[in-house]
């Protein structure tokens, strides 16, 4: 639909025009539209030393050597000058079609000449850059960027502005056809050479640099009406049919299980398509070898998205970046117009609302990209979603009709160089958004990425001995669904040698039980971390201020040198359950309650129910905070035991705390089912097995008796109150 149109059949168009017009203008006027004659480096180096947060950019600065944090640091240095010019030439390229854009809209010549500007000063300027001298070794270099990658995304922004022109009609001259030829004839040439060197040298052809450097080439024979080469970007070897069945595993997430580089790789995806269907080419409904597509893609993400619409930072990624957003918007605004899947809208609101503050088609994705006036701000439409299992990928997320809570689980291949190392993490989700997420990424610069986010101890699992685990996959064991409860049998074996971790989630239709067991074949410390957006308060206890100077946790590196010890937990008899020499002062199990409550709303308190065991340290730790702001600290939970084996049990309801009863058995035996060990509700308990003990959940009108059978998994008793 050509925005002209938009702007009479939509509410919302005229709006966006006008706020993007006012937005140029004012660039116009203060001769903030330059553009550098230097090349960009790499964006990820745009990020302080100190805070490691992103540093500040102003688009409408028009040069500068001094950058600032948002925490007042000012910072200079010719890599954070790289970097700055990155952004400086994506605004630019974005403004191209920001004015193009407004041309179609009001058809207001000046913002034609402007773009037509941009467009012809880069096509005449990209000559001039050499091959970049400063890219790092590891990386595709490019010409206006230290990355190849950088210049074909860089490049697909210009190209499309130009295509926009030409199909409202504006003309270029003889000179600035010859420019434009000359750039066109340069990128291609590079992009070609890329993927020889990707998909041919390197035999690398899955790797999400392939779909952008089709896309940008795709853009390319678009503009020259090079159909027959267009159709073989699409058919052949490292194309766009062979890059889906290969860059996207069967369940439709992209193959590094990185939510980033998912929405990174559709988003190329659908720059093909968009240029394919100028020559009456569906890419949109094609599917690969094992049925992927791009609609199986954008529906992944609606079930990954908490409630609100917010989606996960799986792997490498931010959590939330207002640049990310526009990419999100951008797909989503695409997803909405060729498959009209009302889910989608959730998910296109929360990006709005992560740019503008609130849930609004004012942006220029909307302008360009938007159809329609879907409903932003029903969040509610996602409530009612099923549970979501990727087992090629590894992720499944457990929802259970009724309750508000619902749970994302990390089981599945490592990832890569993208990947974390962080199995069986679990992100505790409810219908305001993530109470435990995974915390993000921070631009690669930041020396937290590795010290700290791609850790083990920054995820909600556990580490061993001070260690982060191994780069390995784990396995779904079992997923069921009955009346009842969903439940969940995660199992990693290759974490640490001789070590093998299981979790096992059960969520009914009111609380969520989460037990973790751990087996090893030798003494050790075993650490389960919690990182909570919110405090953890004591509802049965109190917080007794660590005191002893004791800041670390006996450990050095793998992420620990970023936590301190701030709180021992102190249970109301006065047994201190901190460290070392207090281990043994629990003698029996006892049920501990945690309150978690966010924006002062004790009507969303989260209530977490612990099965404290004799031996464990159940300590308050501060860490970085979110990939958005790391200095921005978090208060995180730690439990500790020691040992060869350790079960950690914790119960979650919104609302008041569940009744819960550890009943210990000194014996040992075992736990019989009614045909079918796969089903729980069938569950008939006749012994003990080797947890030496069960758990008894109770709620007004149910019973639910938990044992660990190592066969079976966590095997359940459902009993009702009145029997």
């Known amino acids: 639909m050509r925005i002209e149109q938009k ?36 964006w990820h180096q745009y990020v302080c030393p100190e805070h490691h947060v992103e540093l500040l950019f102003d688009p409408a600065e028009r040069d500068a050597h001094s950058f600032q944090c948002p925490h007042g640091c000012r910072i200079e240095g010719e890599a954070y000058r790289g970097a700055w010019l990155v952004f400086k030439h994506q605004s ?87 420019t434009l030829d000359a750039f066109l004839s340069m990128l291609e040439e590079s992009m070609v050479q890329y993927r020889q060197i990707l998909i041919h040298d390197r035999q690398n052809a899955e790797n999400n640099y392939t779909a952008w450097l089709n896309a940008s080439l795709s853009c390319v024979y678009a503009i020259r009406g090079q159909q027959e080469l267009l159709q ?170 009724g309750n508000p809570l619902s749970y994302l689980a990390d089981f599945g291949p490592h990832g890569g160089s993208h990947g974390h190392y962080d199995k069986l993490h679990v992100s505790i989700q409810y219908e305001g958004g993530t109470f435990t997420p995974d915390l993000g990424v921070v631009p690669y610069g930041s020396s937290l990425r590795k010290q700290w986010f791609a850790e083990t101890v920054s995820h909600n699992t556990v580490s061993i001995d001070g260690q982060s685990q191994a780069e390995h996959s784990g396995l779904c064991k079992l997923f069921t669904e009955s009346e009842q409860a969903v439940y969940t049998w995660l199992q990693s074996d290759e974490a640490y040698e001789g070590c093998i971790l299981n979790r096992h989630l ?55 040198d970023q936590v301190k010890l701030t709180d021992y937990y102190e249970t109301e008899e006065g047994d201190s359950l901190g460290l070392a020499e207090q281990l043994d002062l629990l003698l029996t199990p006892k049920m501990l309650t945690l309150q978690y409550t966010p924006d002062s709303d004790t009507t969303k308190s989260l209530h977490q129910s612990i099965v404290a065991f004799p031996g464990m340290s159940l300590l308050r730790v501060e860490t970085p905070g979110t990939s958005i702001d790391p200095s921005q600290a978090l208060s995180g939970l730690l439990q500790r035991q020691m040992g060869k084996q350790a079960n950690f049990i914790q119960i979650y309801k919104l609302g008041p705390a569940v009744h819960a009863s550890w009943e210990a058995s000194e014996a040992t035996g075992t736990v019989e089912t009614n045909n079918e060990a796969s089903t729980i509700e069938h569950a008939h308990v006749i012994g003990m097995n080797s947890s030496h003990g069960q758990l008894v959940i109770s709620t007004r009108s149910q019973e639910a008796v938990c044992v660990l059978d190592r066969e079976q998994g966590l095997v359940v008793t459902w009993r009702d109150k009145h029997e």
């Open 232 to 401: 073989g970007l699409i058919d052949g070897e490292g194309g766009w049919k062979h890059h889906l069945s290969i860059g996207v595993k069967p369940d439709q997430f992209e193959f590094e299980g990185s939510t980033y580089y998912h929405i990174f790789v559709l988003r190329a995806y659908l720059i093909s398509a968009e240029m394919a269907e100028r020559f009456g080419v569906d890419l949109y409904h094609i599917q690969a070898e094992q049925d992927q597509s791009m609609r199986g893609m954008f529906d992944v993400l609606v079930g990954l998205a908490d409630d609100q619409g917010m989606l996960p930072a799986l792997h490498d990624g931010p959590l939330a970046r207002v640049p990310f957003a526009r990419e999100i918007a951008e797909i989503m605004e695409i997803g909405l117009a060729h498959y009209g899947n009302e889910l989608y809208a959730p998910l296109l609101g929360e990006a709005y609302r992560q740019m503008d503050g609130e849930a609004r088609r004012i942006s220029l994705e909307a302008l360009v990209y938007g159809e329609g006036d879907a409903n932003l701000t029903n969040a509610g439409l996602l409530a009612g979603r099923n549970t979501l299992l990727l087992k090629d990928s590894g992720f499944i997320v457990g929802r259970k009709a």
């Open 506 to 560: 059960l969520l009914s239709g009111e609380w969520l039980l989460d037990w973790f067991e751990v087996q090893l074949s030798e003494e050790r410390t075993i650490d389960w971390w919690m990182h909570p957006l919110v405090k953890p308060h004591a509802a049965d206890g109190a917080w007794v201020r660590n005191s002893d100077g004791l800041g670390a946790l006996g450990y050095a590196g793998h992420g620990y």
């Open 7 to 42: 702007l009479q059949s939509t509410l919302w168009a005229n709006e966006a025009l006008q706020k993007l017009k006012e937005e140029l203008d004012a660039l116009l006027s203060s001769d903030s539209l330059h553009i550098p004659k230097e090349p960009g480096g790499w």
């Open 92 to 178: 630019m390229a974005r403004y191209a079609l920001q004015a193009a854009a407004i041309y179609a809209g009001i058809n207001e010549p000046s913002y034609a000449e402007l773009a037509k500007q941009i467009i012809i000063n880069y096509a005449a300027q990209f000559p001039q850059y050499p091959v970049h001298p400063d890219a790092q070794p590891w990386m595709l270099k490019g010409r206006a960027f230290h990355q190849a990658l950088t210049e074909a995304i860089w490049s697909t922004t210009i190209l499309r502005a130009y295509l926009l022109l030409h199909d409202e009609g504006v003309g270029f001259n003889e000179t600035e056809k010859a």
